[in-house]
């Protein structure tokens, strides 16, 4: 992905983080009620690697938009403009397995979505966003850089046991 994230950009990412990180703390802390948005971070992450396709349009269009709302939010609130852009950030490449993973999860993401409720749709986009917004940051494309080997693994997985490698 080649958009550079603004630091006006980056504050509106940081501000959906921390009010899904709040209401997750804020609740009864269990596990199954951070995976709506947590899925969706890792999602988002993932679609950052996809350059040159769908996903990597998406990921494009939501750094754009971030930071024209977040240019926006902060001239409002504050007066101050101009604030400029942040180290741009990369996870890695993906293999075509990996690729392929991307992919299929997609796919389990929108059967998830559908029989998600409306709460949990939230969560969800919220995570997309910040997933792919964040990581244009190389902080946090830094601490997310187990994604592309997760993805890799799985599809290089997938290939061992199509091809019958893998005893089940």
């Given at each position: 992905m080649?958009?550079?994230?603004?630091?006006?950009?980056?504050?509106?990412?940081?501000?959906?983080?921390?009010?899904?990180i709040?209401?997750?703390?804020?609740?009864?802390?269990?596990?199954?009620?951070?995976f709506?948005?947590?899925?969706g971070?890792?999602t988002?992450?993932?679609?950052?690697?996809?350059?040159?396709g769908?996903?990597?349009?998406?990921a494009?269009?939501?750094?754009?938009?971030?930071?024209?709302v977040?240019?926006?939010?902060?001239s409002a609130?504050?007066?101050?403009k101009?604030g400029?852009?942040?180290?741009?950030?990369?996870?890695?490449?993906?293999?075509?397995?990996?690729?392929?993973?991307v992919?299929?999860?997609?796919?389990?993401?929108?059967?998830?979505?559908?029989?998600?409720?409306?709460?949990?749709?939230?969560?969800?986009l919220?995570?997309?966003?910040?997933?792919l917004?964040?990581c244009?940051?190389?902080?946090?494309?830094?601490?997310?850089?187990?994604?592309p080997?997760?993805?890799?693994?799985?599809?290089?997985?997938?290939?061992?046991?199509?091809?019958?490698?893998?005893?089940?």
């Amino acid at each position: 992905m080649n958009a550079a994230m603004t630091i006006a950009g980056a504050v509106i990412s940081v501000a959906i983080l921390m009010v899904n990180i709040r209401s997750w703390w804020k609740g009864n802390r269990e596990l199954k009620a951070a995976f709506p948005f947590g899925g969706g971070l890792i999602t988002g992450a993932a679609w950052t690697m996809c350059a040159g396709g769908l996903f990597g349009w998406f990921a494009t269009q939501a750094v754009t938009a971030g930071n024209k709302v977040g240019d926006k939010a902060v001239s409002a609130a504050t007066g101050a403009k101009g604030g400029g852009s942040l180290a741009h950030g990369s996870l890695g490449a993906l293999t075509y397995p990996g690729a392929c993973a991307v992919l299929v999860a997609a796919v389990l993401g929108g059967i998830i979505w559908k029989a998600a409720g409306k709460t949990d749709k939230k969560r969800m986009l919220g995570g997309v966003f910040a997933g792919l917004t964040l990581c244009a940051t190389a902080g946090f494309a830094q601490l997310m850089q187990w994604v592309p080997d997760l993805y890799n693994a799985l599809g290089d997985g997938a290939v061992n046991v199509l091809n019958g490698s893998v005893s089940l």
